[in-house]
Each structure stands twice: as C-alpha cells, then as structure tokens.
C-alpha cells in the first residue's frame, strides 16, 4: 500500500508538473502572437508576392513586390531588406529594380558568372536615378515604401530577378524558405511561403487579361518589442482650464543615466554641437536624441485650447528630438471618441481608420506634401503643429475626468507612453470655471507656449 501511495503521489507530481508546463507554453505561445496584433490595424500585414513569368533552360524569371497593406505604418529610409534560403542549389543570374548585398562564392562558374552564388541572399531597392535599362516598376525608391492609407500609389516595391538551377515546372520549382524583412531594422516577423493561385494582370487598355506561372506569398507582421525594446515616443497634456502641465513621463523611454546607452544624449547647449551630429553614424537605427526627461526622439503635445458653445478646439504639435532623423512622411495616428464630430482641421491631412466598423473614434493625420510632411531633426525648426475643430456633441461632451484627452497616440506606427490617468489636468470647480480671468488665461498661455518650444 505505501509503495502504491508514494508511486500515486509521483505520479500526481508529474501529471501537475506536465499540466503547468502546458499551461506556460500555451501563455508563451498566445504572449507571443498577441505582441504583433494591433488593435488599430487588425488586418495590416506586409504581403511579398513572387510571381514566375517565364521558365528559362535551368530556372525561371521572377518579379517580387513588397506590399505595404499597413494603414499607418511605412517604410521608411534607408529603406527595406529582403533575405531568404534557397530551398535547392539555386543561383540569380541577373535582377533588375534590386540587387543583393553580397555576390558570395562563384568560383564554380566558368565564363558566365551568377549575379549572386550566396544560399541566403539579401536584397535591396536601388535608389532613384537608376538608369532606366535596370529598372522595372514600382522599384528604384531607395526601399521607402508608403503607408496603405497614406499613399497607396506608392505603397508597393519591386524588382525581378533570373533564378539558375532551379526546376523548369511549377512540379519542379521549391519555394525559398526562412524569409526576413528588415524595414530598415527589425521587427517583423515573415510566415512560410505559401503557393497560392496565380496572379493575373490586366493590360493598360483593359482588354487582355495574363498570368503568372506560379505564384507563392509571404506574410510579414509587425511588433514594436521586437522593433525596440524601449518607446520611441511620448505624450504630454495641458488646458486652457488649468494651469498644470503635464510632461512625458520621467523615463519614458530610457533614462539619461543608463549604462547601456551611456553618450546617447546630447545638451542642446553643447560647443560644437553641429559637428557632434555630423560625426554621428547617419545610418544608424537608433536615435541620437536630446537630453531631455523623458529621452524620446519624438514628443506628442494635446492642448485643450479653447472652448466654444457648441464646439472646442485643440492644438497638436509634434516636436522631433531626434538629431539623427528627419521623419519623411510622418503620420500621427489618435484615438478620441469626438472624432465622429471632427468640423475642421488646419495645415494637416486626415483620414478616419473606423478599426472597429461603424464606430468613428480613429483618426490618422498628416502633413502636406512639400509642406510640412517633413519634420525636421532636432532643433529650432523640428515640430509641426495643427488645430482640430470639434463640434459638441451634448449626449457625450465633457470636460470631466480627462474626456478631452486621447486614449492613444501612434507616431509612425508606434504606441506612444501616455501619461498616467490620475495626472491629467483637472477641471476647476463650476465658479472657478465659469469666471476665469483674462490675466489666468494669458499666464496658462505663456506657460504652455515655453514647454512647447522649450527643450523639456
């Protein structure tokens, strides 16, 4: 009996043991697959598609595009890159519209030699002014690719390429494997390619209608963990009812005494800052910011600035702390329950993103084209601002507990740390509110104005 006692209780040991380890993979699994959904986006994705035009006497030519079916979230310089394993003893014997990195080892190769030997090839765009004899379309933009909503004209990226040793029949032909996307650091993660059904193309005049031979899709998907481990931006608050403002959190994205980025920061005062910046690594994935609180390259600021009677008004800006970048076609993406009555918005385009079907709480904005859809790197002229002109709507309108304030901000895709909820700008008592001096109101003013262009 005792020996029966104690193999029953070793077993139950085990049993529980398995349990919680399933228990824990299971929770790794779905942590895992949850940290690239995005609520905002729920379908965004960035989808390669290889399509086989033609078969050759040891292979195939292929055209790839990159699609960007991302709302919000773009490519930007120095561009993308492309890497996969060949699933046979493969070889590119030409492209055009990219190129890989590295040629590797051809040495096998007498007389014609491969554009590229390597069994894990990357690839890149080529930059504009190409000549026009190694372009193909939608290629040639140094791998900076727009957003879907953004500018869906431009949010695609190609190049062909002539692949050896191959197979001559979609019978023979293995799909590559282990895809990566860089775009330009990491952060997205790339499923098998699957064969799916060829693509087919339409004629300029629309009355033929072609298709590929085989055709195999990749999909990409994004996390912000894996892009960086801290924030790359932050939100600060203020009101014309209050005289409070409230700053990015302390540390919202590193702090200023951390081993680990130890030198990257720069005092705005600092001799010979120009030339500090110029020596900087200009390429460089992570930023060279301004000293400043909460050390993040990009500051969100939301004023509540007026209020009328059957509407209120607030004013955004964008400040770039960030030496090393000038954002090219930034965009900013809010959520706030009043966009559904969104009147007027000044020197800023908008679109409504409705991730959630009929309800209209979303909003993505940018700059115009050659106006201000460049914000520039830190400095004097490193913000953009924009007022939004909201209607009332009497059944949901309120300036209580923090309702004039976003529920989220995106800046390039990214979420951005907002403050704690218990810190926003109070509102008054109902005399203090009503009878607010002119003196009160210019003091709040001057106020938000120095933290606006100061450098805090």
């Not at 043991?17 to 697959?33: D, E, G, M, P």
């Not at 195939?60 to 919000?72: G, K, L, R, S």
């Not at 590229?116 to 939608?138: F, I, M, R, S, W």
Request: a positive charge.
């Amino acid at each position: 009996m005792e020996f029966l006692f104690i193999s029953s209780s070793r077993l139950f040991t085990k049993v529980t043991s398995c349990f919680i380890l399933l228990l824990y993979l299971l929770f790794c699994a779905s942590f895992t697959t949850t940290e690239a959904y995005d609520a905002l986006d729920p379908t965004g994705n960035i989808t390669i598609k290889w399509d086989i035009m033609s078969w050759t006497p040891d292979g195939y030519v292929a055209v790839v595009t990159i699609y960007n079916f991302q709302q919000y979230r773009h490519i930007q310089a120095p561009g993308w890159t492309l890497g996969w394993t060949w699933a046979k003893k493969e070889v590119i014997w030409s492209m055009l519209g990219g190129q890989t990195t590295e040629q590797g080892d051809c040495s096998k190769f007498k007389g014609n030699i491969p554009h590229c030997c390597k069994k894990n090839p990357t690839v890149v765009d080529l930059l504009p002014g190409t000549p026009y004899n190694q372009q193909v379309a939608n290629c040639c933009k140094g791998g900076v690719i727009s957003s879907w909503a953004q500018d869906p004209a431009n949010a695609a990226s190609s190049f062909q390429l002539s692949v050896g040793s191959a197979g001559t029949s979609n019978r023979t032909v293995r799909v590559p494997k282990n895809f990566t996307l860089k775009a330009p650091g990491p952060g997205y993660t790339c499923g098998p390619a699957k064969i799916v059904r060829p693509t087919k193309f339409v004629s300029t005049d629309k009355r033929r209608v072609t298709q590929a031979l085989m055709t195999w899709n990749v999909t990409c998907t994004y996390s912000q963990f894996l892009a960086q481990k801290t924030p790359t931006c932050c939100v600060s608050l203020s009101s014309f009812y209050n005289e409070t403002i409230v700053p990015c959190q302390k540390c919202a994205c590193g702090c200023q005494n951390n081993n680990t980025q130890s030198g990257s920061c720069i005092e705005p005062k600092t001799p010979h800052l120009a030339s500090v910046v110029s020596n900087s690594e200009s390429n460089s994935y992570s930023p060279l910011v301004q000293c400043t609180s909460h050390m993040c390259p990009i500051r969100v600021h939301w004023h509540v600035k007026l209020n009328y009677k059957e509407y209120w008004r607030v004013k955004v800006t964008i400040t770039n702390f960030n030496y090393n970048m000038n954002y090219t076609q930034w965009n900013l993406v809010v959520q706030h329950p009043n966009f559904d009555n969104l009147t007027q918005i000044f020197s800023f385009n908008y679109k409504s993103l409705t991730p959630y079907g009929a309800i209209n709480d979303t909003a993505m904005l940018w700059g115009f084209k050659f106006y201000n859809d460049l914000l520039m790197q830190a400095g004097p002229l490193g913000n953009v601002q924009s007022e939004l002109l909201f209607r009332k709507d009497k059944s949901t309108f309120t300036f209580e507990k923090g309702w004039a304030f976003p529920r989220r901000i995106y800046f390039n895709g990214d979420n951005c740390v907002m403050p704690p909820p218990d810190s926003y700008p109070w509102l008054p008592n109902a005399s203090s509110f009503l009878f607010v001096s002119p003196l009160n109101l210019f003091i709040t003013l001057l106020s938000t104005l120095a933290f606006l262009y100061g450098y805090a």
